[in-house]
């Protein structure tokens, strides 16, 4: 026959199937939401900064074409250029003329490496800023003449060498233009632009390389060794790639972008969801086992006891464990009742001694339970009444609600004004321990008696002070309690006029992190408060010796209907 599982084992394989499993889809469907959000941030950013660094390559070369436009449509080169092609005797006087417009349009514009001016007649006129000079270049006197029809030409300059330096152009090439006849042909006038001069424009991020291609063919781009090389041959390994054509050239532009930036924020957002999943897996389960323990402890006590009875042990008796739910209250009071029935009545069966029984019986009876406890200082309460001891009457009745209020449903929640009333009760009883006056003030607004708080959590307080501040205080002992609403929590003074506290133990209970020796009651209320409220609650001192003790207290404000006093109606 197959072993049956224990409740603990089953308990394990629910929370596997119903907790941990749901938890970790949940976990790697939000991993993919997360991934194409980041995914698409990553190509928005790449579409905007392509476009700013198109719209800036329009500004730089609109600049230019500014320049070639003035130029050519300049009535007096126009004329010059017309005279210069109709008249050969008077060329050396223009010519020197334009080589002096041309080196104008070269110094006075960064960036612009050369200008040559073709005749219709085909005379060439060039000024070389490298070389500074209107005769000697190596470059300016041979460059490309594209057909012009109408506005510019853009074309690729290549590489030439210019003294000790070697440059990389991009050259703008537009025709002069006669108003009176605008089919007649005059000349030609190319201008060439070094490329470096753009990506001293183009700001462009550190992920990113761009590439200016004509066509397939790389012609600008920040590192001169891949010009001219064709896009497909680079390197697009952990890159993403955008691409834009730029209408005023008809060139594309080309963003490769690094994906380490994106696949390092995607390795730490999995890293810590995996450390959060996990974290939240293993408090879930010790709260799973501090929740479950004690009962599953309850209920193998049961199984053991139940095996002692099986062997004839009737006198074996479960004893409760502290915070069990009712159901397992209820089946332990009922197998121990079960139990001590049938004991009795094997004795009735063997003719036991009447004695014993007799004995267990009446032991049953003067059994003494809550009910039996709270009737016997209602009848002390009367007795004293009938004596006229209406302070001993007062101080039953008082004693009767606090083990009516601390009894019941312990760890639940109650109204502030209900835990104000239950500590006017102990104060009452405790005052009269001391030898001196013991006075307790209350500044609780009605709007927030009605907020609840968790049972006893004030108590410790209240005790530490009558224990402590007030030990062989000669004046007057005064409490205040006071409470505000500060956004969701609810900030609670509690003010002595007590001894106050060594500076040393002042410092011990305010680190949270430290373990608070021989303080055993507001040890519980920092673990309580980490239970009820993790993060949202704190609690700090403030002392000084002979001035008495404050203190604060926030924790969250938990909205509740105001109820009736349990211990008045009870």
């Known amino acids: 026959m197959k072993e049956s599982r224990t409740l603990r084992q089953s308990l394990i394989g629910l929370a596997v199937v119903f907790l941990v499993v749901p938890l970790m889809l949940l976990s790697a469907l939000t991993q993919v939401r997360i991934w194409k959000l980041l995914y698409q941030n990553m190509e928005n950013d790449m579409r905007e900064e392509l476009v700013s660094t198109n719209q800036l390559f329009d500004m730089v070369m609109d600049k230019y074409g500014t320049v070639l436009y003035d130029f050519c449509t300049d009535d007096d080169m126009i004329d010059l250029v017309e005279l210069i092609n109709e008249k050969e005797d008077v060329l050396e006087v223009n010519s020197n003329r334009l080589r002096r417009e041309l080196s104008h349009i070269c110094n006075r514009n960064e960036g612009i490496e050369g200008i040559t001016l073709v005749t219709r007649e085909g005379k060439i006129f060039f000024y070389d800023r490298n070389a500074a000079s209107f005769v000697i270049t190596t470059w300016a006197d041979s460059v490309s003449v594209p057909k012009v029809k109408q506005g510019v030409v853009y074309q690729d300059g290549s590489a030439v060498n210019s003294g000790d330096d070697r440059m990389h152009l991009i050259q703008i090439a537009r025709r002069f233009v006669d108003y009176q006849n605008i089919r007649k042909e005059i000349g030609t006038v190319i201008i060439s632009i070094n490329k470096k001069t753009l990506w001293n424009v183009i700001q462009t991020k550190a992920d990113s390389v761009f590439y200016l291609c004509d066509g397939d063919v790389i012609v600008a781009a920040k590192d001169d060794s891949v010009i001219g090389k064709h896009i497909s041959e680079m390197d697009a390994r952990g890159r993403k790639t955008l691409a834009l054509q730029n209408v005023m050239t008809g060139w594309t532009l080309y963003n490769y972008y690094s994906m380490r930036e994106y696949n390092q924020a995607m390795t730490s957002r999995m890293t810590l969801e995996l450390f959060s999943t996990v974290g939240s897996l293993l408090f879930v389960i010790v709260l799973l086992i501090m929740v479950t323990g004690p009962s599953l402890r309850q209920v193998n006590q049961l199984v053991g006891a139940m095996e002692q009875v099986q062997r004839g042990d009737f006198s074996v008796k479960v004893d409760y464990m502290p915070y069990l739910p009712r159901e397992i209250v209820q089946i332990v009071d009922g197998f121990n009742t079960m139990v001590q029935k049938i004991g009795l009545l094997m004795d009735q069966l063997r003719q036991s001694l009447v004695e014993q029984k007799n004995a267990e019986l009446s032991a049953m009876e003067a059994q003494i339970d809550p009910h039996f406890l709270y009737n016997t200082l209602d009848t002390i309460n009367w007795k004293a009444i009938e004596q006229e001891e209406y302070e001993i009457s007062g101080m039953v009745g008082a004693l009767a609600d606090i083990l009516r209020y601390s009894i019941r449903n312990p760890g639940e929640t109650v109204s502030v004004g209900q835990e104000l009333y239950w500590l006017s009760q102990y104060v009452m009883l405790q005052k009269e321990k001391l030898e001196q006056p013991l006075e307790m003030l209350t500044d609780v607004p009605e709007e927030i008696k009605k907020y609840r708080l968790h049972k006893l959590l004030l108590q410790p307080f209240i005790e530490n002070a009558i224990k402590h501040a007030f030990y062989r205080k000669t004046e007057a002992c005064r409490l205040e309690i006071g409470m505000r609403l500060i956004e969701k929590q609810i900030h609670i003074i509690i003010r002595d006029n007590g001894k106050g506290i060594p500076e ?39 002392s000084r010796v002979g001035a008495g003790t404050t203190v604060h207290l926030f924790v969250k404000a938990i909205c509740g209907e105001d109820e009736k006093d349990e211990n008045r109606n009870s």
Do not use: C
């Open 504 to 542: 040393d133990v002042l410092r011990q209970l305010n680190d949270s992190k430290r373990e608070m020796k021989g303080h055993v009651g507001l040890a519980n209320v920092r673990k309580r408060l980490k239970l009820y409220y993790g993060d949202e609650a704190a609690v700090y001192y403030e």
